[in-house]
């Protein structure tokens, strides 16, 4: 599962932020693509940012940012310095169990949002990783959703194998041979299953 799976849902999550906060919002993926943002990012979806962006600390240190770009020093050395038009930024990780598969970020473009940003950055570090969390639960449930998919229909085509082929001990071997594995792992997936 990646966050380009749910890129609508991503997206509807930026604008509802965006309306809140008043600031553009991102999320980019752990290749460091745009997938997702409202404002100035809307038009820059799908576009690869910088390896020497915060962005990539995020990433490598699985912590929360903020940058305030006139003290920032990966900022006085990245070179996408020169076309950047954001003033600060919040981001934090969105991970999926331990590992970070992306980054969602709120950024401000001009003084009045910056000084917002910064004047509650702990408040909305707090809400940007709530947001992160919902992205991630998303994706956690589909998927579970999908291996409860594959599980049911591989319990279903057990269960065509036994009503087919019986389920004493000599059948049992038709069943696993009919299904192209072990006589062991069968009996493993019809305890799982608890199939009758």
Known sequence: MKLNDITQYIQDICQNISNVLDVD???VSK???????TGIFKDKIGDKISEEA???NVLKSGNAYVID???????KVCSSREHCKELADICTPIKLGNESIGILGIAAFTEEQKQKILSKDKELREFISSMS?????????MYKEEIKTV???EKEEIEKAIKKYGSNTQEMKKVAEALNIGIATLYRKVKKYNIK
């Open 31 to 37: 290749d460091l693509f745009r997938i997702a943002g």
């Open 69 to 75: 770009k006139d003290i920032e020093n990966s900022c």
């Open 54 to 56: 915060v962005y990539s």
């Open 151 to 153: 599980e049911q229909l």
């Open 133 to 141: 969390d919902l992205i991630s639960f998303k994706l956690d449930e």
């Open 25 to 27: 919002v991102t999320v």
